[in-house]
Each structure stands twice: as C-alpha cells, then as structure tokens.
C-alpha cells in the first residue's frame, strides 16, 4: 500500500501584494488551460485518420504519434506550422503537443483534473511524460492511482507506479527495457556550455569495470602530476590527467598513427580589435587570446595558421554540389538549421532558390537546414528567402511569417587554427 503525503491548505494573505501575485499566478493558470483546450481542439480538427495517412505517405508528409498507443496521429507538417504559433522551436512545440494528447485521450482522470484546476499543468505534462512509453492498459492504471492524489505525489512515487504499471501490463516490454538499460551508456562533453573561464562539464555512464579502470588511471595520473610538483587540488589534478589521458591515449593504443591534439578551432575575432575577446564558433562561446595562446602551447600540438575567411566574400560554383570553401562558409556562418527556432547541427546546405528553378550553388543562395526542416521546405508548402546571406523570411503553410538572422557581427571575421 502506497502512503501519499497530507494535502495542506492556505489561507488567503492579509497582505494585498501578496494577494495580487496570488491573483496573477490563478490568471496565468487559467490561460494555461485555456491554451491547452485550444491545442487540442486543433489537434481534434487536423487528427490524421487511417485514410488520410496513406495519402499523406504519398505526398511525403508523415502522420506524427507524439503519444503513447491510443492517441491519435497529427499531420507533421501541419504540426510545425502549431509550433511555430505557440512561441517554440519544433522539438518544443511537438513535445507540448504530444503531452497534450497524452493527457486528454490517455489518462483522462488526470486531465479533468487540470481543467479544474486542482493540479498544476507542469506536473501533469511530467506525469505525461512518464506514461508515453506505456500500453494503453498500463496508463489507465497510473491514471487511476495517480491522478487522485496527482498534485502531492512525489516524482519518486510516479517512478515506481510506472513501473509497476510496465511489470503488471507489460512483462516483456519491462524485460526489453532493463535488456536496453544495459547499453544505455555514454559521455557526454557539454561544448556548449563553455564559458570564459576555461572550463566544460563532462558526464558520463560506464560499464562498471570501465569505471574502475577509469578510477584507476584517474588517481594514478593525479598522484604522477603531484610527484612531478604540482600544487594544484586534488580534483584539479584528477581533471588534468583525464585531458592528458585524451591527446595521449586517444588511440586506444590499437593505433600508434596518433600525434596528439589536433582540433580544427574557428575563432570569430573582431577585425577592428583583434585583441578582445571573440567567440569559438565550436561551442558558441566566448573566447579569450589566452585560451588559445594555451592551447597551442600544449605539448604535442601542430599548429599551422590559415588564411582568415571573411564570411561576408561571396563565392559560387557553376557546380550543383558546393565547394568546401563554399560549405565552409555557409557552415560558419548560419551556424545551424536556419529554420525558425530551430538549432540542429546536423544539416544539409540547401539551394534557397532551387537548382532547377535557375538557382545557383553560391554563399548567398545556399542555407543549413536540418533534414526535417528541408523536407518541409520541399514538400510541406513552407518557404523562405534570403533577404542577404544570414537573413532569412519564412512562410509557414497557413501564411505566418518569421524572420531568422544569422548574420555574424559587423567587423568579425573568422580565422583557423587547426
């Protein structure tokens, strides 16, 4: 038998700020909901029935099941057009979408809830988003004993409904699972969140036996560091011989070809003070002249100095595939997908103005754009233009119009330090 916390009440504040934040926080609950009931209604109305699915096959536009078995399928395209609407990127407005439904046709107790406005809509879109995985069977059964006490229940004691809902309904699906937990490991370098001040978060999941060994060389490689005179931390020295272990070992010692560090680094400098801070275009961060007087001292890197690209030259081929001058610069300078809130790096250049229309293969007519984003460019009726390299309109199917700049700063230029 599960104990659930007590409910507690509140009273009103005798203090009229107090009561007016309280009043703002019911109003913004309230245009919460009432957003909630229009997406649906939409939902409702753009439903991609089994009929309509074979046609929208056809046309290249794929049904969207955004939520678990039983909810119905939406338009992709047409989808995109919602997310936009909303203020989101793609993936955003998709996922709101796909909890939305999941709330309404698949734990229906819970929704009523949240119109009423008994629990909040975060914690039922977190609740949502624990039972997309499962059978129909087993999300009525976390609806059932979850959305009576949905607005007390620890996100823990969800954990282990779910899970007990998956063992219960789903024996195999809960045996594939814990198969798949076992090959659920990675490292994760967060590039993006490099700051001024040198230094990247690392995560990791390893088999246990890698993670000893990591343990292992982790703290023989501080000890060397400290026997040869470091002074730094312990931590700091640990941190030092994983990089060490990176530009030494990368080889895996199955490959004795490796000559150390050899990234290619595109700093955008300002051409008017080359000595101010800049920005390292592979993580989007700020970047400081020492960090990079750093890098190229470190024992083991080539340093070879290239020409500086200015991202404001055009260039064109008479070719229909771009050059790699051409796809440098495009890269450099849209950065990303260059659709509307959308930041994928996984990209293809394409021909603003297409190839067969008369389109060029130059700067100023090719943009990045993520595979899905192309396609609904080629087939979902959206469109674009380049009002000057980096800028770009868009039109949605329904006729919204956005406006993307990618355009780098007056001044800034690029230089390569490979």
């Known amino acids: 038998m599960v104990s659930w916390p007590l409910a507690t009440s509140t009273r009103t504040s005798s203090d009229p700020l107090l009561v007016a934040v309280r009043g703002r926080r019911l109003a913004e609950a309230d245009a919460q909901v009432e957003s909630l009931k229009s997406v649906l209604a939409w939902a409702e109305r753009n439903v991609a029935s089994s009929d309509e699915v074979v046609v929208l096959l056809q046309s290249v536009e794929r049904p969207l099941h955004l939520a678990g078995p039983g909810a119905p399928a939406v338009p992709e395209y047409a989808a995109l057009d919602l ?29 009523l809830r949240v119109v009423k406005h008994e629990v909040a809509l975060w914690r039922a879109f977190k609740i949502a988003d624990a039972t997309m995985s499962l059978s129909e069977t087993a999300a009525w059964h976390v609806d059932r004993f979850i959305a009576p ?30 198969l798949a937990a076992l090959e659920d490991r990675r490292v994760t370098v967060y590039l993006a969140g490099a700051t001024t001040d040198g230094t990247v978060d690392v995560v990791a999941t390893l088999d246990t ?13 501080a000890q060397t560091l400290a026997d040869l005179g470091s ?19 990368l080889a895996l010692d199955l490959d004795t070809s490796s000559t150390g560090r050899g990234v290619t680094i595109y700093a955008h400098l300002d051409a008017v003070n080359p000595d101010l801070p800049g920005l390292l275009d592979n993580t989007q961060t700020p970047l400081l002249v020492e960090q ?22 055009p260039v064109e081929t008479p070719a229909y595939r771009p050059s790699d001058a051409i796809r440098e610069r495009v890269t450099l300078r849209d950065r990303c997908c260059v659709f509307p809130d959308c930041t994928r790096r996984r990209v293809d250049l394409d ?33 674009y233009r380049m ?14 119009e956005k406006t993307v700049d990618r355009r780098p700063q007056p001044g800034t230029h690029t230089r390569r330090h490979p």
């Open 83 to 111: 997310a936009l609407l909303l203020g989101m990127s793609t993936d955003a407005g998709l996922t709101y979408l796909g909890r939305a439904l999941e709330l309404c046709h698949r734990l229906p107790r819970l929704y």
């Open 149 to 178: 006490v949905a607005e007390r229940c620890s996100f823990a004691q969800l954990d282990r409904t779910v899970d007990a809902a998956r063992a219960e309904h789903d024996p195999a699906d809960a045996e594939a699972r814990r």
């Open 209 to 221: 036996a890698d993670a000893i060994d990591l343990e292992h060389a982790l703290r023989d490689g």
């Open 231 to 249: 002074t730094d931390t312990l931590d700091v020295r640990r941190s030092q011989a994983l990089g060490e272990m990176a530009r030494t070992q």
């Open 292 to 313: 990079v007087r750093e890098w190229c001292e470190t024992a083991g890197t080539k340093v070879t100095v290239k020409p500086v690209i200015d991202l404001a030259e």
């Open 351 to 383: 021909h603003v103005v297409a190839w067969e229309s008369g389109g060029v293969t130059a700067t100023w007519n090719l943009a990045l754009l993520c595979r899905r984003h192309h396609r609904a460019k080629t087939h979902g009726r959206w469109s």
């Open 387 to 400: 009002i000057e390299p980096g800028l770009y309109a868009w039109t949605s199917p329904t006729g919204v």
